[in-house]
């Protein structure tokens, strides 16, 4: 028999705009989910053209606009400060964006930005990728079913050692590049989605305070924060606190949310994601990530059989899949919109009032 073709559609046609990290993350996720990579732009050309192998760029582009005309999804994944004109720039010429986070340096950018997007009608993302983690699904179906009761405590901390020295540096760490929160604009508002996300719940109360470990870096002054402690209240009555960290050493990535109600408790840790911790007052346990025992939402994201370890890329992959059906039909559950982004920016501007006022400080719905 003749060999047969299959035309297997692509999910979308994506252009990358910077060639970081993220960018190759991105890369590796259209990929993945099946989209197609029309090409990339970088700081400058001879930047995207260094970066096209790593990124499987079959082109490069002259500069933003040459890549937002030729893709039906534009990914974001330049520094913070360069976010909203590139985004908004694709809106404008009617592009479905996948913008990385933080989604903007200010709320005000943020609003404007998801304003935008929602105007257009086009799809806007923003790669709040921890919530693809099956067992991150778990949780939450099993809060939402009343299997952990009335929330009642939510505590843990995301911290990182990658800036921990002072000759460690990033563009993060200038306020006019990635905004005058570093650290919590970066990671913060990672933990503080996957509170909301998981509970269902929204912190309506901030009280916190920053420290920057590393005064000086690369020859210049730091304005920005390493560390981040922080208090809250939310409107379903819960309490809690979370530190966030660049300069704990030995912490690589460690994501921990442990959410504690009437009934029982459940603890994530990011670097174990293959497990989700489960506290009873009559016995505890670790439920493995087994596609034939989770909930539909968690089993959904599921690929392999248990034992073998999906990770982060995997949630990534998960992510660009679920914008990809967004932008043939309504979005899949969960899926972290421009308004979730905005959201991140909004209780930002509540931690750095409240660290400046050393001072309570609402944060608005
Ligand atoms: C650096 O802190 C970083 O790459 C963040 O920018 C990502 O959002 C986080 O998922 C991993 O760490």
């Known amino acids: 028999?003749?060999?047969?073709?299959?035309?297997?559609?692509?999910?979308?046609?994506?252009?990358?705009?910077?060639?970081?990290?993220?960018?190759?993350?991105?890369?590796h996720a259209i990929t993945a989910a099946g989209g197609e990579i029309t090409g990339i732009s970088g700081s400058s050309p001879d930047r995207a053209r260094q970066a096209a192998d790593a990124l499987r760029a079959p082109q490069i582009f002259d500069d933003a606009d040459e890549a937002i005309a030729a893709a039906d999804v534009v990914h974001v994944c330049t520094p913070n400060h360069l976010h909203a004109p590139i985004a908004l720039a694709a809106i404008e010429a009617g592009k479905h964006v996948v913008c990385?986070?933080?989604l903007a340096t200010d709320a005000d950018t943020a609003r404007a930005m998801t304003d935008a997007a929602e105007a257009a009608g086009v799809v806007a993302a923003v790669p709040f990728v921890y919530r693809?983690?099956?067992?991150?699904?778990?949780?939450?179906?099993?809060?939402?079913?009343?299997?952990?009761?009335?929330l009642t405590l939510a505590h843990g901390s995301y911290l990182q050692d990658w800036l921990l020295h002072p000759g460690d540096d990033n563009w993060r760490v200038d306020a006019d590049k990635g905004g005058a929160l570093r650290a919590f604009g970066d990671i913060g508002s990672h933990w503080c989605d996957l509170l909301e996300f998981v509970t269902g719940d929204r912190i309506t109360a901030v009280s916190a305070q920053l420290a920057?470990?590393?005064?000086?870096?690369?020859?210049?002054?730091v304005s920005t924060e390493d560390i981040v402690t922080l208090q809250f209240a939310t409107r379903g009555g819960m309490v809690g606190t979370t530190v966030i960290s660049q300069v704990s050493a030995g912490r690589k990535n460690r994501l921990l949310l442990e959410i504690s109600g009437t009934e029982a408790t459940v603890a994530f840790d990011q670097e174990q994601p293959e497990t989700l911790w489960l506290g009873g007052r009559g016995s505890n346990a670790v439920l493995m990530r087994d596609p034939d025992h989770l909930a539909p939402d968690a089993a959904r994201l599921a690929h392999v059989p248990g034992?073998?370890?999906?990770g982060y890329q995997d949630?990534?992959?998960d992510f660009v899949a679920d914008v990809g059906t967004a932008t043939t039909g309504p979005p899949p559950d969960g899926l972290p919109a421009f308004a979730d982004g905005l959201r991140a920016a909004r209780i930002a501007e509540a931690v750095a009032a409240s660290a400046g006022d050393r001072d309570w400080v609402e944060v608005p719905a």
């Open 1 to 27: 028999m003749a060999p047969v073709t299959i035309n297997r559609p692509t999910i979308y046609r994506a252009a990358i705009i910077g060639t970081g990290f993220m960018g190759r993350v991105h890369s």
């Open 307 to 310: 034992g073998h370890p999906q």
């Open 212 to 221: 920057t470990a590393n005064r000086h870096r690369g020859g210049r002054r």
């Open 100 to 102: 990385e986070k933080p």
């Open 132 to 150: 693809f983690h099956p067992m991150v699904r778990e949780a939450r179906a099993r809060v939402a079913a009343g299997g952990v009761g009335r």
């Open 315 to 317: 949630c990534f992959n």
